[in-house]
């Protein structure tokens, strides 16, 4: 129990009898902001759905290129599935860089966070915004403020520790949704939290690393996953699936990117997933960075530029190959 309580409190969480979490903000949230005076980005907040108080904020180039043809990216932030949120400030200055160096329409999503909402919610939530995001494209719901600037048949899903596992599992669903005339060219998944009961290499090397030792990724699943599941759920951990050979829908996925630090203690998991995929016979792109450390992007210019230069490649690369 001692172990628990000093995890919170290293990750800064307050737990309330009712199993619900106090979350004093580490970082400010900022407000969205569409004045375009002076400034390279324009940002703007969607409502998806009132009733679980979800919405997308939007962030777009300012001024737009003169033929404003912009790829579309549905963004999802990191926290383990317990923290942090779309106006959190590393976040949203993440997703504002990324707008103006990518050229690109950046929708981050604001989901619903465990333990309050334990996944599959977040998945949920996701899927929910991809289904939004297809129906501006096809005009049902009317949003000129995106609709002027973007070309909804290049479409990426992306996203960043927890949110590069809600990648993986939104990617999934999407298979089987409807979701023309969006297209989603290709996937990104940075640092993509994924567990396992087995420890590996890397997380016994950094296992009281100064960003995520492996008690806190432990509390994380464990307030995140399903009531009673173990970190062997296929939420946690996509080799399990099929008696070890993964979700059989791996395979039409669309193209991929996966990228990480060597000095991450999930960059083992990241690069069990790669092989994963790769045995599936999805395109698989990688970028793994010696040294580093989790989400040094979000704390470093420099690093987060060379993110954004693979990116950009990628999503280049992407768009000229037929869905």
């Known amino acids: 129990m001692a172990d628990s309580v000093d995890t919170l409190q290293f990750l800064k969480l307050v737990p309330s009898p009712d199993g619900t979490l106090t979350r004093p903000a580490i970082f400010p949230n900022v407000p969205a902001s569409d004045e375009p005076h002076d400034t390279a980005v324009i940002s703007k907040d969607f409502p998806l759905n009132s009733a679980t108080g979800t919405f997308l904020r939007a962030f777009k180039p300012n001024p737009l290129p003169t033929s404003p043809n912009l790829p579309v990216i549905l963004y999802f932030h990191g926290g383990g599935f317990i923290a942090f949120s779309a106006t959190s400030l590393p976040y949203h200055k993440s997703c504002a860089d990324s707008a103006v160096q990518l050229r690109a329409l950046v929708l981050s999503l604001e989901y619903r966070l ?150 991450d203690p999930l960059v083992d998991r990241q690069k069990e997933f790669v092989k994963l995929l790769k045995k599936r016979g999805v395109h698989v792109e990688t970028h793994f960075e010696d040294g580093g450390f989790h989400a040094a992007e979000l704390f470093e210019s420099a690093e987060a530029e060379k993110l954004n230069d693979v990116v950009s490649r990628f999503i280049r690369k992407s768009c000229l190959v037929n869905p």
């Open 114 to 263: 465990a333990p309050e909402h334990r996944l599959p919610a977040a998945y949920d939530d996701a899927v929910e915004a991809l289904r939004w995001i297809a129906a501006v494209a096809g005009g049902v719901s009317a949003e000129p403020w995106l609709s002027e600037c973007a070309d909804f048949t290049k479409c990426f899903v992306m996203g960043s520790s927890a949110g590069g596992n809600m990648v993986y599992h939104a990617g999934l669903r999407a298979l089987d949704l409807d979701l023309s005339p969006m297209v989603i060219r290709g996937l990104w998944f940075n640092q993509p939290f994924f567990g396992g009961v087995h420890r590996t290499e890397s997380e016994l090397c950094h296992l009281s690393d100064h960003i995520l030792p492996l008690a806190a990724t432990d509390l994380m699943w464990n307030l995140a996953l399903p009531e009673g599941a173990d970190r062997n759920h296929e939420y946690s951990n996509p080799t399990v699936a099929n008696c070890g050979v993964g979700d059989e829908r791996i395979k039409r996925l669309p193209r991929s990117l996966v990228t990480g630090y060597g000095g």
